[in-house]
């Protein structure tokens, strides 16, 4: 069987509602306004590292302090009664009140997120200016939990965020933003993927890092031009099914 029917087989087989009641893009799929979509999207994003069953408690976690209202707990302020407490490993309240200032602020000069993504060419360019602005509310205080592209950062769990606004099957991933296209999309890149794609002969890179990502998105950009992030899915079934 060649490698683009494989990869198409294991996409139909895991891009199914199933695969949200295990996984983290479940939590924006709770909400119905935009704004609080892409809030949850980023959010439950920056702690999905570690194993699912912490990652999955640590989001209910956060979103309880947020009082499961997230525009309106960020732009009526509730975040600064935050402590010190921690959410998920290494990312403490402080850290979520460093997220909340930032997204306050940038919800106070544009209409969603999405408008900001969509002032660059490039997501890699979108991200950069996204984590100024989450720098400029926060008085120039860097935060090690929004990395960093011009550092030749992988961004793994930004364009995951980004896969679920972006994307929009009807299935998994929601597609709220509708000025940005899948085939812009790169592939959140872990471990894992990463591993498979170089068994698969997708990447020769050996780093995990933006070349790396740039390098397996272009191959799968090969395989289908209009979502190539689309086989995240069969990468992460590769493993699942060996």
């Known amino acids: 069987m060649k490698l683009k029917e494989q990869l198409d087989l294991l996409r139909e087989k895991y891009n199914t509602k199933a695969f949200i009641e295990s996984d983290p893009v479940q939590f924006p799929h709770r909400f119905k306004d935009k704004k609080d979509i892409e809030i949850v999207s980023f959010l439950i994003a920056t702690i999905s590292w570690g194993k699912r069953p912490m990652i999955l408690k640590s989001a209910e976690k956060m979103l309880n302090l947020m009082g499961n209202t997230p525009y309106s707990y960020i732009m009526d302020e509730g975040y600064l009664s935050l402590g010190k407490k921690n959410i998920h490993r290494t990312f403490f309240e402080n850290d979520l009140q460093y997220y909340c200032k930032g997204l306050h602020s940038i919800y106070s000069q544009y209409p969603d997120l999405e408008q900001v993504f969509i002032q660059k060419e490039s997501l890699w360019e979108g991200i950069h200016l996204y984590r100024d602005l989450m720098i400029n509310a926060n008085l120039g205080v860097e935060t090690k939990h ?19 606004l972006i994307r929009k099957d009807g299935i998994v991933d929601l597609g709220v933003w509708k000025n940005l296209n899948p085939s812009q999309l790169y592939i959140p890149l872990d471990t894992h993927v990463a591993r498979v794609s170089r068994e698969m002969g997708l990447l020769t890179r050996k780093s995990n890092d933006r070349k790396a990502v740039e ?15 689309s086989y995240d899915f069969a990468l992460f079934g590769w493993g699942e099914d060996r």
């Open 215 to 229: 390098e397996l998105t272009n191959n799968l950009r090969k395989l289908d031009p209009v979502d190539p992030i």
């Open 146 to 164: 929004i990395s960093n592209p011009l550092k030749n950062s992988a961004c793994k769990r930004l364009f995951m965020g980004l896969r679920w």
